[in-house]
């Protein structure tokens, strides 16, 4: 006998939902979490406590590698490690996906809906509405004075904010968000899904790091079937436990190094579809921009993303998103990743008289449109590597960005502008769905093509990069899963 029907590894947005609604109807379901697990009474606004705690550490890309070791752009990217994922530590923006996103998606990979026809954005409309129905999502409009600010110089310029979507209730009365919320406002996955999920009977197994999902010959058309997975537990003990299948969502960083860890690749021959695995990484490259002005702003007190402008978000619009206003929240982040006008980054006496003006500061992130290029890999000796080449595109991308959100600022008098590093919390597409096995991993049912009750549901089934913060379409993509699942998979 099986230990459960499901084993459902990441308890992030795609994690944490599929635990809930596979549990609501009797099923048995594991919830396997490398991270620990903390309520909000456990949260609090010390930084480098929470970034230990709720963060996998930041992991840069090595493009220098692919650049002959010349020195070229990199990315930091970070992403949740903690019950509830990247959605307990992220700033609950919750915007849908442009249509024409995933309109391209069945170009990308011949993705297809449940009735065998090119996927669209009505497809994901109900299970948009009903996320955000049951996560409450609003109107951000409480600004602090450092959107206002900033909002006052794109008004003057012709290019008004609008308030954001957000996974947050009134209740939220500061800026905490990157070390989560304090204040149970935040509606992420832990408070509206893995919670509930255990009072349906939900094992949740915290601190517990897959090692490997265990596979055997299948006895279907596909090479192998899986049937459990293997486990490291924070005492370093291993372990094995079975399911009638296995549903992979630690995201599009974590995913694939599970999959290539499993030698997914070796025990299917090498299958086009297997060599996909951790291919075309997109991450909505990211910066922010900061400005210092004259009055203080306290732009640390609330929401640090709670206005924006989407209207050059699509590529033929120009092709970046603007999201203010921010100064990373805490001190330590900030300085970790300044850079002064020129790119270079700021240290010494610079950095010092830079800081005396925190309070001043307001800022603009800015996340692009760019394109399904990079990779997540494992070398020989075991460790990660990730590659993410910076295009032409890119950097036309941050031009245009960085012009108009600086007529914004001098509009409304700055004095001084800075930059963040390259960033981003974005990952989307490593294990992308479709029904071209030359360009996806998992087929339009969400199932691995070369691998039978082996499935995904995570960001990294994206087929290419959306124009939004994804964690609501993510959501959705794992709505669509389990409704899947409960109609069509082991009844």
């Keep these: 006998m099986n230990d459960y029907d499901y084993i459902i590894v990441g308890s992030g947005a795609g994690g944490g939902l599929l635990a809930y609604r596979l549990s609501g109807t009797g099923k048995r379901v594991a919830l396997i979490e490398a991270g620990s697990f903390y309520g909000p009474d456990s949260f609090n606004r010390f930084e480098l406590q929470a970034v230990r705690k709720l963060w996998w550490p930041s992991t840069w890309t090595s493009n220098h590698e692919r650049n002959n070791n010349e020195p070229t ?79 006052e110089g794109f008004k003057r310029i012709g290019h008004p904010l609008s308030p954001v979507d957000a996974f947050v209730t009134p209740a939220c009365n500061q800026n905490a968000c990157l070390f989560g919320c304090p204040t149970n406002a935040k509606t992420g996955s832990l408070v509206t899904y893995i919670i509930p999920a255990i009072y349906n009977g939900v094992d949740l197994y915290p601190d517990t790091f897959v090692t490997e999902v265990m596979t055997r010959k299948s006895s279907t058309d596909k090479p192998l079937e899986a049937y459990g997975i293997k486990y490291r537990d924070k005492e370093g003990n291993t372990g094995t436990m079975s399911g009638k299948a296995v549903i992979l ?48 702003l306290y732009n640390w007190i609330l929401h640090p993303l709670s206005a924006n402008i989407s209207e050059f978000a699509l590529e033929k619009n120009g092709g970046f998103l603007l999201e203010a206003s921010t ?34 500061m307001a800022g603009v992130f800015i996340n692009t449109h760019d394109m399904n290029n990079g990779s997540v890999e494992i070398d020989d000796s075991g460790k990660t590597k990730l590659y993410k080449k ?16 600086y007529e914004a600022m001098q509009s409304v008098g700055v004095r001084e502008v800075m930059h963040s590093v390259y960033l981003s919390h974005h990952v ?18 969400y199932e691995m093509h070369d691998v039978s009750n082996l499935f995904v549901g995570d960001g990294s089934l994206i087929p290419s990069v959306i124009d939004a913060n994804p964690s609501l379409t993510i959501y959705a993509l794992a709505d669509r899963l389990s409704n899947h699942l409960i109609q069509n998979i082991q009844k």
């Excluded at 700033?91 to 391209?104: G, L, W």
């Design 73 to 151: 752009e990199e990315m930091m990217l970070g992403m949740g490690r903690c019950v509830g994922g990247s959605t307990t530590i992220f700033t609950a923006v919750a915007h849908r996906a442009f249509p024409e996103n995933i309109d391209n998606w069945h170009n990308e990979t011949g993705m297809l809906n449940f009735s065998n026809e090119p996927i669209s954005y009505s497809d994901l409309d109900q299970s948009y509405r009903r996320i955000e129905t049951e996560t409450k999502i609003r109107k951000y409009t409480e600004w602090d004075r450092g959107t206002e600010k900033i909002a």
């Design 249 to 296: 969502s630690a995201g599009a960083l974590q995913t694939p190094q599970i999959l290539l860890r499993s030698g997914i690749r070796e025990k299917t021959g090498y299958t086009k579809s297997s060599m996909q695995i951790g291919q075309n990484l997109g991450v909505n490259i990211g910066s922010v921009m900061y400005g210092v002005f004259d009055e203080d």
């Design 327 to 360: 100064v990373f929240e805490a001190p330590i982040g900030f300085t970790d990743t300044l850079l002064d006008a020129d790119g270079n980054p700021v240290w010494g006496r610079e950095l010092k008289r830079i800081t005396k003006d925190y309070r001043k």
């Design 390 to 405: 910076f295009t032409q595109n890119d950097r036309e991308h941050f031009r245009k960005a960085r012009d108009l959100v």
């Design 428 to 445: 989307q597409g490593t294990c992308r769905i479709g029904e071209n096995k030359e360009k996806s991993v998992v087929d339009s049912n």
